[in-house]
């Protein structure tokens, strides 16, 4: 068994908002949808194998204060410089023995950006 993939949410009409941060920023690689259901709008990316679903929803809500998926990255400070230099906050969250930090995409989705090995060093 394995995960094949992760579903977040953005606003209806927000795919080139979404396109800049998580293309243009973070460097994700955008796969094509299904053709039976592109038509509901939103995203897909491959992360390493397993994709990233950015789907449309019509009454979004805010996500709890911790709830968050990681991208482990070969660059953590490059990646972490390109979203300052962009203005994106950034929270160096609690205390752990692997280097990261925290940021929310511009739909208030929160991403753990961690060095690669360090979740299970």
């Given at each position: 068994m394995k995960i094949s993939h992760v579903n977040i949410?953005?606003?209806?009409?927000?795919?080139s908002q979404a396109r800049a941060f998580y293309t243009e920023l973070l460097?994700?690689?955008?796969?094509?949808?299904?053709?039976?259901?592109?038509?509901?709008?939103?995203?897909?990316?491959?992360?390493?194998?397993?994709d990233l679903h950015l789907s449309?929803?019509?009454?979004r809500v805010a996500a709890d204060a911790y709830r968050h998926f990681g991208l482990e990255m070969e660059d953590v400070e490059g990646v972490?410089?390109?979203l300052m230099d962009a203005g994106i906050a950034i929270d160096p969250g609690r205390a752990a023995p692997w280097k990261r930090f925290f940021v929310h995409d511009p739909f208030?989705?929160?991403l753990e950006i961690h060095e690669v090995g360090g979740l299970r060093a």
């Amino acid at each position: 068994m394995k995960i094949s993939h992760v579903n977040i949410t953005i606003p209806r009409g927000a795919e080139s908002q979404a396109r800049a941060f998580y293309t243009e920023l973070l460097g994700l690689k955008e796969i094509p949808k299904p053709e039976a259901i592109r038509s509901r709008g939103g995203l897909w990316y491959d992360v390493g194998g397993i994709d990233l679903h950015l789907s449309i929803e019509e009454d979004r809500v805010a996500a709890d204060a911790y709830r968050h998926f990681g991208l482990e990255m070969e660059d953590v400070e490059g990646v972490k410089k390109r979203l300052m230099d962009a203005g994106i906050a950034i929270d160096p969250g609690r205390a752990a023995p692997w280097k990261r930090f925290f940021v929310h995409d511009p739909f208030g989705n929160r991403l753990e950006i961690h060095e690669v090995g360090g979740l299970r060093a």
